[in-house]
């Protein structure tokens, strides 16, 4: 059973960056048939697509956040990252990682992770 | 990209229908037969309820469906049951290999 699982640091200052890893189990990332995905969600908001990754690192992003995101894969490590810079309160939010198929659920996000909880303040 | 429209709230009673829109434009959902509908109880992660407008993933209960009419797609919920009680996401495929959800429904089921 495939799963996802976020992690990085639950608290960024203004200005900083933020960095998450999501780390998958169960399955490798290393597959032409799925997309690795970055969503959030702000607190009793809805969800925002961030961007996603293939295995081979070709990334694609939101046009609103192409500017401060860059999200990258380490199949070394069944890893991917998301990196946003010069984070404000407005980033606040949960951020989830998910799988993204070409082939079965055909591109819906059909595995999430948990989902972790960063909030931006000084 | 603009968010998906979706209404703010839908009630229902159970065993009621209940039909939930969401519309975009020419662009995203009008140009592609790729939206998807998720399901999101409190503090839990969404879920996967249809894809590709209409079908549905394996383990999902046909009493939910989807349809495409133009540049609005819609879920329906059919026999509600109080455990259907969530919140609903669209998302579509608005090209570049970029997506867009909508904005949310909050279900009721009274």
């Known amino acids: 059973q495939l799963q996802l699982q976020e992690s990085g640091p639950g608290l960024v200052k203004p200005s900083e960056s933020l960095s998450l890893t999501c780390t998958v189990s169960?399955?490798?990332?290393?597959?032409?048939?799925?997309?690795w995905d970055w969503i959030r969600q702000p607190p009793g908001k809805g969800l925002e697509w961030i961007g996603s990754i293939s295995y081979r690192g070709s990334a694609y992003y939101n046009p609103s956040l192409k500017s401060r995101i860059t999200i990258s894969v380490d199949t070394s490590k069944n890893q991917f990252s998301l990196k946003l810079n010069s984070v404000t309160a407005a980033d606040t939010a949960v951020y989830y990682c998910?799988?993204?198929?070409?082939?079965?659920?055909?591109?819906?996000?059909?595995?999430w992770g948990q989902g972790t909880m960063v909030t931006i303040s000084s | 990209q603009s968010a998906l429209t979706q209404p703010a709230s839908v009630s229902g009673s159970p065993g009621q229908s209940i039909t939930i829109s969401c519309t975009g434009t020419?662009?995203?959902?009008?140009?592609?037969?790729?939206v998807s509908w998720y399901q999101q109880h409190p503090g839990k992660a969404p879920k996967v309820m249809i894809y590709e407008v209409s079908k549905w993933p394996s383990g999902v209960s046909n009493r939910f469906s989807g349809s495409k009419s133009g540049n609005t797609a819609s879920l329906t919920i059919s026999g509600l049951q109080t455990e259907d009680e969530g919140d609903y996401y669209c998302c579509s495929y608005v090209g570049s290999s970029t997506w867009v959800f909508g904005g949310g429904t909050k279900l009721t089921v009274l």
């Open positions: 998910a799988r993204r198929s070409t082939v079965t659920i055909v591109h819906a996000f059909d595995i």
């Open positions: 169960g399955g490798s990332i290393s597959s032409s048939s799925y997309y």
């Open positions: 020419s662009s995203d959902v009008g140009s592609y037969n790729l």
